[in-house]
């Protein structure tokens, strides 16, 4: 069993605040001659699929070298979709948007 949710950030820092954990940070130890390192990125949740900004039609066309184009415009927020397997969720809830049209789904 499993939990699909469609995800709004205000940005990709708040989006990544909620998504993932730093891991392998080393502190500063100038005594041992050792450098502070930043660690690396891991998900919180097994399946986590980055949309970023999405665009729709303004109902505008515009000119360009190969014919009409839409006008296009970019819908607020980050847009992230997870797929939660096992475990808490409760920290995807406050971001969670229910769209009629996904721009991207799972399978």
């Given at each position: 069993m499993y939990i699909d949710y469609y995800l709004k950030f205000d940005s990709e820092a708040a989006a990544k605040a909620v998504l993932y954990r730093v891991e392998g940070a080393v502190e500063a130890d100038p005594e041992n001659g050792v450098e502070a390192q930043e660690g690396y990125e891991v998900a919180n949740y097994q399946f986590v699929d980055v949309i970023g900004t999405i665009y729709k039609p303004t109902g505008k066309m515009l000119q360009s070298d190969e014919?009409?184009?839409?006008?296009?415009?970019?819908?607020?927020?980050?847009?992230?979709?997870?797929?939660?397997?096992?475990?808490?969720?409760s920290a995807l809830e406050p971001h969670r948007i229910v769209p009629s049209n996904p721009v991207r789904g799972w399978a």
């Open positions: 014919g009409e184009v839409p006008e296009m415009a970019a819908i607020p927020g980050y847009h992230v979709n997870v797929r939660v397997v096992s475990g808490d969720a």
